[in-house]
């Protein structure tokens, strides 16, 4: 897999358009139909300059699709840039987005440009967009709806020309009911909108990043050509990857450390939660199924919520991400069942 994802460059430092992922889509790789839909929307919006709004949980690969974005539009011969907004506080990014002048504030010895300069005729790609104050908000809005910005300390607005490509890892719908985003800010950069799916929903497409990434990696860290024992593909595939695509990609790095002299990655260089997913069908075919089914699905339920909980260490978050319900759905199940800590560690 790409940089980008292994080892980010730097934020806010311009791409060019060398270094972009090859086209047409990159290293955002995918078989499945639920990433055939995505493909198909890149290809639909890329040439349009409007701006498009990515979603998806953490890990997905939401700045790949940035780039394909960039890359199949007018403007790939032009700088791509990308800037975390949790990266920074809210002075720094302010100063790091729309730039500032000399004597703006303690420090600033000479003019800076923003990103938004630095992006002139190209592509901005601001990450995690929800985590921008109300006051930033409101200056993006700006930006956005009359194609200009005011550097700090400036008093003259400045006209620049840039595609503005957003991403969040929360649904600003639900934040902007609950106010905490502005509601004409996000019809402002929802104007066209790609949501990616978790890798829970696209497991076929495992073998396929595999395939791509093993190689890659055994070449990067000087290790001959790896194996992958069926025991590990089964486990990789029972799963549920609460990091998705990252989560994979460091998962596949830490088993081909341990796994350095040997010719085949074994269950036994995976860690304890890839190994406790593979194990997990076992134990569930070892288990009597007594009474009527409602009741058995109830204690298979029961068994599975009390799994995962211990695995994630009883990060209701976390849990409710990987089995796929809402955290309200899985307080109301514990709750339901009378779960504990103490149960999980019994279930095992």
């Known amino acids: 897999m790409p940089a980008q994802l292994l080892a980010p460059a730097p934020h806010g430092r311009p791409q060019p358009c060398g270094g972009l992922a090859s086209p047409p889509f990159g290293e955002l790789l995918g078989q499945s139909p639920a990433m055939r839909r995505v493909f198909d929307l890149i290809a639909k919006v890329a040439p349009a300059n409007t701006p498009v709004l990515i979603t998806g ?18 403007r790939r011969a032009r700088p791509f840039v990308s800037q975390n ?10 100063s790091e987005l729309f730039g500032h002048l000399r004597g703006a504030f303690t420090g600033a010895h000479s003019d800076k440009p923003g990103l938004f300069a630095v992006a002139h005729g190209g592509t901005l790609f601001l990450d995690e967009v929800n985590e921008m104050s109300p006051a930033l908000q409101a200056k993006l809005l700006r930006a956005v709806q009359f194609g200009e910005l005011l550097p700090v300390g400036a008093t003259q607005p400045r006209r620049v020309d840039v595609r503005l490509i957003s991403a969040a890892n929360q649904p600003l719908k639900d934040l902007v009911r609950l106010g905490a985003f502005r509601e004409d800010l996000y019809y402002r950069l929802a104007v066209f909108t790609i949501e990616l799916p978790p890798l829970r929903e696209r497991r076929e497409d495992i073998p396929l990043i595999l395939s791509r990434f093993v190689p890659r990696c055994c070449e990067a860290n000087s290790l001959p050509p790896k194996r992958l024992a069926p025991e590990v593909m089964a486990a990789f595939n029972a799963y549920t990857w609460p990091g998705n695509v990252r989560e994979l990609e460091n998962e596949v790095q830490r088993a081909l450390i341990l796994a350095r002299h040997e010719p085949t990655i074994a269950l ?10 593979a194990e997990a069908p076992v134990r569930h075919r070892g288990r009597r199924i007594d009474g009527d089914l409602a009741t058995a699905l109830e204690r298979l339920e029961r068994d599975m919520l009390a799994e995962a909980l211990q695995r994630y260490a009883w990060n ?27 149960h999980a560690a019994a279930s095992q």
């Open 57 to 74: 949980e953490s890990g997905t690969g939401k700045e790949l699709v940035a780039i394909a974005l960039h890359h199949q539009s007018g």
């Open 268 to 277: 036994e260089h995976l860690s304890a939660p890839l190994r406790e997913a």
């Open 316 to 342: 209701k978050s976390s849990t409710a991400r990987a089995l796929g319900i809402s955290r309200a759905n899985l307080v109301a199940k514990v709750r339901k069942y009378g779960l504990q800590p103490s």
């Open 85 to 94: 907004c949790s990266a920074l506080n809210d002075n720094l990014l302010e």
